[in-house]
């Protein structure tokens, strides 16, 4: 008989910035299960989203393709069912699919029941549309009648995980778990909402910022913010405003943390089922959250707190053991990837690249910038530089080297005109960002 073909165990997050585990040097949040996974496993140090968003960096974690490929550039547009999705791709050749937790991939309200056309090969399903309830409110299967389950959701999903690994461990599966957390509400069952003292929570180094020493693009996110943070004032929830952010990142951690037990008794039931060596797993966001960075909350910034994400592949059977990729990935390689790990063809419509040369350490050429994009702006990464256009607004550069919390706008003119190389760094990198935007966004 053949090898078995590998199992895969998809687990991402909402809105988790990629410093908020411990092996990424986080001091505070206590994450072990993920901590050894990414010990065990591989690590991505340079893991990006294509879009600082859910709805777009779903379609693209799911396709393989850029926002402008697939069509959904902002949030609560319906991803088209003529897309290839990663589980069209693996249950043509005999996978059973299963997506469990949020979609946010149609146009449908809160919870949101989506119907089978309309979940890109995904046969088993207990999932909801968008929403991010503390107890759990969805759909199971075909069935409209909403489901409502009075325990936190995000215990609630790893139970249906559990319960769909135990009924398919005999056959070859692709499970996808999106888990709501931590995206606001900021809040958490106990004993995790206890767990990290607010007054004990070191805010970022550019919390410090102000309207006025941030970038015009950026200004309507800190007013959002600002709303968020009087309204804590205003209730009795904080007496300052650091204490509003401290209580907010507590928070977060807890949701952090809680998710990392549940990934621990995944893991566990893999370990109980012997199927450690049959199976990839892997951890990864969808996008970041500022939670304090630049004085903002939330996201859909093209800064690194925003699009900047954890991410772990584990699979024993031949992804290496403490391996860190410090290489440009982006999250539309992640189907590519899981294709090629399973011996699987990789469908013509996918953008994204495969990184099994990167984990079995082959020489390869591999892309030095990668690329996102959201509504009127788009952005170009490199491993030391960032350059961000946007349609009303004045563009941005950044000298990640040296400033990597982006305090320093190099696009303004008084520092390009002091600089010579900045300005050679501007024009190159403008016009990569320009002929890419012009090659691929403006032609859809």
């Not at 991939?105 to 989506?114: E, K």
């Not at 319960?163 to 888990?179: G, Q």
């Not at 089922?273 to 951890?283: G, N, P, R, S, W």
């Not at 961000?388 to 080297?401: N, V």
Request: charged letters at 25%.
């Amino acid at each position: 008989m053949g090898e078995r073909k590998p199992n895969v165990v998809f687990v991402f997050s909402d809105q988790q910035r990629w410093d908020t585990l411990g092996v990424y040097g986080n001091p505070v949040v206590r994450t072990p299960n993920l901590d050894a996974l990414a010990r065990q496993g591989v690590r991505f140090d340079n893991l990006f989203t294509t879009s600082p968003v859910c709805s777009p960096s779903r379609a693209s974690l799911l396709t393989g393709r850029y926002p402008h490929e697939h069509g959904v550039v902002v949030n609560n547009i319906t991803l088209s069912p003529r897309e290839i999705s990663v589980a069209h791709a693996f249950k043509e050749h005999g996978y059973t699919t299963g997506y469990i937790g949020k979609w946010h991939l149609t146009d449908v309200g809160l919870p949101g029941f989506v119907p089978p056309e309309a979940r890109l090969g995904f046969d088993h399903w207990f999932a909801f549309n968008r929403g991010h309830s503390k107890t759990f409110k969805g759909f199971r299967g075909d069935d409209p009648q909403l489901v409502e389950i009075p325990r936190y959701t995000t215990d609630v999903l790893v139970d249906e995980v559990i319960s769909f690994i135990r009924r398919y461990k005999d056959r070859p599966f692709l499970l996808f778990c999106s888990i709501p957390d931590p995206h606001q509400p900021y809040s958490v069952r106990e004993p995790y909402a206890s767990m990290y003292p607010p007054d004990e929570i070191p805010l970022p180094e550019s919390f410090s910022q102000g309207p006025d020493d941030l970038p015009p693009a950026a200004r309507h996110l800190f007013r959002l913010a600002q709303m968020r943070i009087r309204g804590m004032l205003e209730q009795g929830e904080a007496r300052t405003e650091r204490e509003a952010f401290q209580k907010i990142t507590s928070q977060y951690y807890g949701m952090i943390s809680c998710i990392d037990e549940n990934v621990g008794r995944i893991l566990e039931e893999l370990r109980t089922l012997d199927l450690e060596e049959d199976t990839i797993f892997v951890y990864t966001s969808d996008h970041g959250d500022f939670i304090g960075a630049h004085h903002l909350l939330y996201k859909s910034l093209m800064y690194e707190e925003a699009c900047k994400l954890p991410g772990i592949i584990w699979y024993p059977r031949e992804v290496p053991s403490g391996l860190t990729i410090d290489e440009l990935v982006s999250i539309i390689d992640f189907m590519p990837t899981l294709l090629e790990l399973a011996g699987l063809p990789v469908p013509k419509t996918v953008s994204g690249r495969s990184v099994v040369p990167l984990l079995r350490g082959e020489p390869v050429k591999w892309r030095d910038a990668l690329f996102m994009e959201l509504g009127n702006s788009c952005a170009i990464r490199t491993k030391g530089w960032k350059y961000i256009l946007h349609r009303d607004y004045p563009p941005e550069m950044y000298h990640l080297e040296e400033d990597p919390y982006e305090l320093r706008n190099l696009e303004t003119v008084h520092v390009l005109c002091d600089n010579p190389d900045y300005v050679k760094m501007a024009e190159n990198l403008r016009k990569r960002l320009v002929k890419w935007r012009k090659d691929r966004v403006d032609r859809q």
